[in-house]
């Protein structure tokens, strides 16, 4: 039987996965594998030079890249001080904070303060190759280039730097290509005889990215990954470990084919994996969840959200964004794990009066981005840590949080003012967080149920080191407006017992527009859509021996954050918004809390006038 070139790479390869078996076929045939590999075991003898070079790059290249993102990366990054108007941080005008000098400063710091915790990428972002009145500069391929004022020794040289703190270096780009690099289209691409920056784009100089600031790249013409081969290649000529290439879209508060930046991320993923050295690929901003397979595919990590920065007199302040991150990282909450991340945003929490936040809100913004599993990377002056601060970036009980590789922690109850979020770990534990978002002090409850367990558990203060003891069924902590608690709970006791009802259970009642759909990801196959406009979903004959507060779970499924109105029997209830489960297929749950009577019961789910989640099931306690 003829051996094809796939399964005579496989067999002179035997230990490589077949995802990384057909990616270098890909390569191989890009560099001029035209016939056949023969049998297997003499592949890669007879192939010619420049095919093995290929497939053996992309090998050594794929098994490396492949173990950059297994955890969260951690560390520093330069935008948060370059956008702050706080005193004395920009003395030159918008965003003149970016120097070589100050990036050294700060690498320093990090490897004096924060390296021994984890901390160890120094990230350059915006604006290395723009002049202090944000006049980019770019070389003779129409690659940017430093800036001779910010960077007088260049960016090799402040990559050596970093290195020698034991420490990674990144660095930023904007995806297409920015305008002054097109000079008149006669600009030539570096290694790429006969091809210019008129061939890179499209006739139309049609634009692109976040600010429309790039021009679109035209992939039907190879000298379009020629150009972005360029840019990979002098970043890895650099010494640079880590990209983050911005504007990209879908996303960016853009949509439409011209924003359309998957190719852009497909070229970089594989021009950095040409370049043979291991470059960490991040995108930003608000990627569109949409396209999270490719994101994944292509690259170790995606900002799910806005700027974290206010562009105001401090680095961030609570409303100007951070509090937006508790609507918006349950979406994503099933995208993340080893391979690629849920960036929330730079962590800017050591600094006090320049964060802009009260202490309690530094808490629950770390508590955030720890049990989310986001990159930890501070944008503080790490050479003015304050004393809370550096407790807070260096407590390595909630570092552990956020770098273990347990699933990304959603919420366990609606959203609203008082939340609970938590995730199962692989020792049977549970992280269970406490936040109350609200502007005054509250008390907020962690029931077991939520989880799945009743009776006695031991509880762990991981913020402050301590054995809290045995608490049976629930624990309650009084929160300071915007506060935060976060567990460790060794459930001691049973899993909880529960009976199942099905939304679309015949017995069940359905006024309105609420119908049955099919749902694969449904425990029956099943559940009630089209709650809207005054549509119920009534659950009957739901049958308890004993009076009581109920915690109830609730299976349903949600593309988008959606209120319903949930009540027991003739009770009026109340509005309550279930987070996002991602998309139209995958089931997630919630708690709410329900007064039952001994007998029979009705739960009712009510749309009101808007429009609510898709219902699969509840499971009601056995027991209060």
């Known amino acids: 039987m003829r051996s094809s070139p796939y399964r005579a790479l496989r067999g002179a390869l035997p230990g490589f996965p077949r995802r990384t078996l057909r990616a270098m076929l890909v390569l191989a045939v890009t560099a001029g594998f035209a016939a056949a590999v023969p049998a297997a075991g003499q592949a890669m003898a007879v192939a010619s030079k420049s095919t093995s070079a290929a497939v053996t790059s992309a090998a050594t290249t794929a098994d490396a890249t492949s173990s950059l993102p297994a955890k969260p990366y951690m560390g520093w990054s330069s935008w948060s001080m370059q956008s702050s108007r706080y005193p004395g941080l920009n003395p030159d005008g918008n965003y003149s904070y970016l120097t070589e000098a100050n990036v050294l400063k700060q690498t320093d710091a990090l490897a004096t303060t924060l390296k021994k915790y984890g901390y160890d990428y120094v990230n350059i972002d915006a604006g290395w190759w723009m002049d202090k009145n944000w006049t980019s500069e770019f070389d003779q391929y129409g690659r940017q280039t430093p800036d001779p004022v910010r960077f007088p020794h260049g960016m090799k040289s402040v990559a050596d730097h970093i290195h020698s703190k034991g420490l990674k270096a990144g660095i930023y780009l904007p995806v297409g290509l920015e305008k002054g690099a097109y000079g008149g289209g006669k600009l030539p691409i570096w290694n790429a005889p006969g091809c210019t920056t008129?061939?890179?784009?499209?006739?139309?100089?049609?634009?692109?990215?976040?600010?429309?600031?790039?021009?679109?790249?035209?992939?039907?013409?190879?000298?379009?990954?020629?150009?972005?081969?360029?840019?990979?290649?002098?970043?890895?000529?650099?010494?640079?470990?880590?990209?983050?290439?911005?504007?990209?879209?879908?996303?960016?508060?853009?949509?439409?084919?011209?924003?359309?930046?998957?190719?852009?991320?497909?070229?970089?993923?594989?021009?950095?994996?040409?370049?043979?050295?291991?470059?960490?690929?991040?995108?930003?901003?608000?990627?569109?969840?949409?396209?999270?397979?490719?994101?994944?595919?292509?690259?170790?990590?995606?900002?799910?959200?806005?700027?974290?920065?206010?562009?105001?007199?401090?680095?961030?302040?609570w409303e100007n964004s951070v509090n937006d991150r508790w609507n918006d990282?349950?979406?994503?909450?099933?995208?993340?794990?080893?391979?690629?991340?849920?960036?929330?945003?730079?962590?800017?929490?050591?600094?006090?009066?320049?964060?802009?936040?009260?202490?309690?809100?530094?808490?629950s913004y770390m508590t955030l981005w720890a049990i989310n599993k986001s990159p930890l990377f501070t944008g503080d002056d790490l050479t003015q840590l304050d004393n809370y601060g550096r407790s807070l970036l260096t407590n390595q009980e909630v570092i552990a949080v956020d770098q273990n590789t347990s699933p990304v922690a959603r919420p366990v109850t609606p959203m609203g003012d008082q939340q609970v979020w938590g995730t199962k770990n692989a020792d049977g534990t549970y992280t269970v967080a406490l936040f109350n978002l609200g502007g005054s002090s509250a008390s907020v409850t962690a029931d077991w149920a939520s989880f799945g367990f009743t009776g006695a558990a031991s509880v762990r203060d991981l913020w402050n080191h301590q054995d809290l003891g045995t608490y049976?069924?629930?624990?309650?902590?009084?929160?300071?407006?915007?506060?935060?608690?976060?567990?460790?709970?060794?459930?001691?006791?049973?899993p909880l017992a529960t009976t199942r009802y099905e939304a679309?259970?015949?017995?069940?009642?359905?006024?309105?527009?609420?119908?049955?759909?099919?749902?694969?990801?449904?425990?029956?196959?099943?559940?009630?859509?089209?709650?809207?406009?005054?549509?119920?979903?009534?659950?009957?004959?739901?049958?308890?021996?004993?009076?009581?507060?109920?915690?109830?779970?609730?299976?349903?499924?949600?593309?988008?954050?959606?209120?319903?109105?949930?009540?027991?029997?003739?009770?009026?209830?109340?509005?309550?918004?279930?987070?996002?489960?991602?998309?139209?297929?995958?089931?997630?749950?919630?708690?709410?809390?329900?007064?039952?009577?001994?007998?029979?019961?009705?739960?009712?789910?009510?749309?009101?006038?808007?429009?609510?989640?898709?219902?699969?099931?509840?499971?009601?306690?056995?027991?209060?």
């Open 198 to 317: 008129a061939d890179v784009v499209y006739p139309d100089l049609r634009t692109t990215n976040g600010w429309d600031s790039a021009y679109k790249l035209d992939f039907d013409n190879p000298c379009a990954q020629k150009y972005i081969d360029s840019q990979a290649q002098m970043l890895a000529d650099w010494g640079y470990d880590f990209l983050k290439l911005d504007g990209v879209g879908p996303g960016s508060f853009k949509s439409g084919d011209n924003y359309n930046n998957v190719a852009d991320v497909a070229a970089w993923h594989q021009a950095i994996a040409a370049t043979g050295r291991p470059i960490h690929l991040e995108l930003s901003w608000s990627l569109d969840i949409g396209h999270a397979a490719d994101w994944k595919k292509y690259s170790n990590g995606w900002r799910i959200d806005t700027d974290v920065e206010c562009y105001c007199n401090t680095l961030v302040t």
């Open 472 to 494: 049976r069924n629930r624990i309650t902590a009084a929160l300071p407006a915007h506060g935060s608690r976060l567990f460790t709970v060794h459930p001691g006791g049973t």
């Open 504 to 624: 679309e259970s015949a017995n069940n009642t359905l006024t309105g527009n609420a119908s049955v759909a099919p749902c694969d990801s449904c425990s029956g196959g099943k559940k009630i859509g089209n709650l809207y406009l005054d549509s119920k979903l009534q659950f009957n004959d739901i049958t308890v021996k004993k009076a009581g507060i109920y915690t109830v779970n609730v299976s349903y499924v949600s593309g988008d954050p959606r209120s319903v109105t949930v009540h027991s029997n003739s009770g009026h209830g109340t509005s309550l918004k279930f987070p996002s489960t991602g998309d139209w297929s995958t089931v997630d749950t919630v708690s709410v809390q329900l007064a039952l009577k001994a007998g029979s019961n009705s739960i009712t789910f009510d749309s009101g006038w808007d429009y609510s989640p898709d219902i699969d099931r509840i499971d009601v306690p056995k027991s209060a």
């Open 329 to 363: 990282a349950p979406v994503w909450s099933h995208e993340a794990g080893p391979g690629g991340w849920n960036d929330l945003d730079a962590i800017d929490i050591g600094n006090g009066a320049m964060d802009g936040l009260t202490n309690a809100e530094r808490q």
